[in-house]
């Protein structure tokens, strides 16, 4: 199927009132978040160069929340956003490898929202877990678009995931999730909705459209930020629609508008004067600026300075809407409503910021107060600044303030201690659910032996394995099967034989499949209009083949893939796909 957007394939919920009755609702939710761009990339925040127009309107007819604070990668955020709790409690720890995923008991805004007669729907980059109940329709959205990795290989023309389906889609991708957005919205108008967009851009890879870059070009930018820029323009231009629609449907005055974005900027360049960049714990890694726009309720062109925070989100909104939120596991966020409506200041708190950097522990953690900032590098390195007089984090002061740098580092250890006590938290890929019969084991889920290794140096979202050289080199999931049956094994890999068919395990400590590699099998490089050489793998069109059928019993085992003694053909590996088989047979 090749689609534009979704406006004709989505199905909302039904709501029936009757023509004489009048029915009070709750305030929409219109949550918008951004990928990678930073505090300095409006025209709002000081930025000469980019325009950004729509948002610095939104500025003016918003509350802006200036002392803003998220996590210094994508995946954290986004727990800490759906949960109102910190990252480390809801076991996203990482961007990659099975630690981006968030526990499924946790509960989601969507949830609460959901349980309070919302329509919900998700239109972008999930990040926080592919498989079912991981995933957005396992965690509380009606309807998801998009896809579930922490990046995505082509912004153009690509394929894209709606709710379990694969869909080719026409248009660059921004456009497209607003397309959608927009057919949501339309659709659902006369009920209350949650509309999530988390855009993926300007994430890498650097694309955009010739009109948005050029514009760049010609102010004289390097192609990377030309194109971050375009990127940036493009996202304003589509917010542009959003903010159209509401007003087109008489919506505006009863939705709730919030932007933000996940992290600081990719890159070097114009942040506000602050330090750090995105995947650091430093002020410029970490802050970025959040407006809420409700007409009539939030003060509009206004500023709150007070420390806020990502988990702060979940308590706010549902205190706007009115909403009962049954908690089951504690909040760290507080409700921000009482001091947009007041405009009185928000109480002195500390808001606290880890970065894994693969391993939990040592890594990089901070703790911003009104007054300070305190940072602990990875090897123990310890600084202190006073953000009212350094705000650009320039003079060291832990030396000469000794007892606020203690009493900071005593917090952060308190704080770590509670937090990861049930870390780290690497679940086992469940199998076996109907709600997804199909289940894709990825590369970069597996465990790795031997001489097994990416294609990439970091084994980032739509990597491949390379290097099953012996019978010593493997790959490995660890499944949890949840319903035992036969199921069919597929194998998305290419490969070119060295002079015989040989023979491709797949197995678990029951079973084994074997598979004779074909004379050739080619996974064709998809051309990529990047403007910049990406840091990430390059997408491919890769064959899937079925290879035979496993019967999995119940519970938690192991799948391996490997080769029967010594390899001489060149494999690469990008996913095993099972298929859990309904009628029982082979």
Not at 134 to 148: A, I, L, V, W
Not at 234 to 239: G, L, Q, R
Not at 404 to 427: F, G, H, K, N, S
């Amino acid at each position: 199927m090749k689609i534009k957007s979704l406006s004709g394939i989505i199905i909302t919920g039904l709501f029936i009132v009757s023509a004489c009755e009048t029915k009070v609702q709750p305030p929409n939710i219109v949550l918008i978040m951004t990928d990678d761009q930073g505090y300095g990339d409006f025209g709002f925040t000081g930025n000469k160069v980019v325009e950004t127009p729509v948002l610095d309107q939104l500025k003016e007819e918003a509350l802006l929340f200036d002392r803003f604070y998220v996590s210094p990668v994508s995946a954290p955020t986004r727990a800490s956003l759906l949960t109102g709790r910190y990252h480390l409690r809801t076991g996203t720890t990482w961007v990659t490898h099975g630690k981006e995923i968030m526990r499924p008991e946790e509960k989601t805004l969507a949830e609460s929202f959901s349980e309070n007669g919302y329509v919900t729907a998700c239109f972008g980059k999930w990040h926080n877990g592919e498989h079912f109940p991981h995933n957005p329709k396992g965690q509380g959205f009606d309807t998801f678009f998009g896809f579930t990795a922490g990046h995505w290989n082509n912004y153009f023309d690509t394929k894209l995931e709606y709710n379990g389906e694969e869909v080719v889609t026409e248009g660059y991708i921004t456009d497209i999730l607003t397309d959608s957005a927009l057919s949501f919205i339309e659709k659902n108008r006369d009920e209350p909705f949650l509309c999530y967009i988390p855009y993926n851009t300007p994430h890498s890879p650097f694309q955009v459209a010739d009109k948005y870059f050029d514009k760049y070009k010609e102010k004289g930018m390097d192609d990377k930020n030309a194109a971050i820029y375009g990127m940036c323009e493009n996202i304003d231009d589509n917010i542009g629609r959003i903010l159209k629609k509401l007003d087109e449907l008489k919506l505006s005055d009863n939705t709730i508008v919030l932007f933000m974005t996940d992290n600081g900027p990719n890159g070097v360049r114009y942040n506000a004067g602050m330090k750090g960049i995105k995947g650091q714990v430093d002020e410029g890694g970490v802050r970025v600026p959040l407006l809420i726009r409700y007409p009539g309720v939030v003060p509009a062109g206004k500023i709150q300075y007070g420390l806020a925070s990502h988990i702060d989100i979940l308590p706010t909104l549902h205190a706007l809407c009115g909403l009962k939120f049954k908690e089951e596991f504690p909040l760290d966020g507080i409700d921000l409503s009482p001091y947009m409506l007041n405009g009185d200041s928000i109480p002195d708190r500390l808001i606290f910021t880890h970065q894994v950097k693969k391993k939990l522990q040592p890594s990089p953690v901070s703790v911003r107060s009104p007054e300070y900032r305190l940072v602990i590098q990875s090897n123990g390195e310890t600084s202190l600044y006073n953000m009212i007089e350094d705000p650009g984090q320039k003079r060291n002061i832990s030396e000469s303030e000794p007892m606020i740098t203690a009493r900071l580092t005593d917090t952060i250890a308190a704080w770590y201690t509670e937090l990861t006590q049930d870390l780290p938290y690497q679940p086992a890929i469940p199998v076996g659910y109907k709600e997804s019969p199909v289940v894709t084991l990825p590369a970069t889920e597996a465990e790795l032996e031997g001489g097994v290794h990416f294609f990439g140096e970091n084994g980032w979202a739509n990597d491949w394995l390379f290097g099953f050289e012996d019978g010593e080199n493997t790959a490995s999931w660890t499944l949890d099967v949840k319903k035992e049956g036969i199921y069919d094994v597929h194998l998305t890999y290419a490969a070119v034989p060295w002079s015989k068919r040989e023979n491709i395990l797949i197995y678990t400590d029951a079973e084994m499949l074997y598979f004779a590699v074909p004379e050739r099998m080619n996974a064709f490089v998809v051309k990529s209009p990047d403007r910049v050489p990406r840091g990430e793998a390059i997408e491919r069109k890769w064959p899937t083949v079925k290879v035979g059928s496993l019967n999995l019993m119940e519970g938690e085992q192991k799948l391996y893939i490997g080769f029967n003694g010594e390899l001489k053909s060149r494999l690469e590996v990008k996913a095993v796909v099972l298929k859990m088989k309904l009628d029982g047979s082979k």
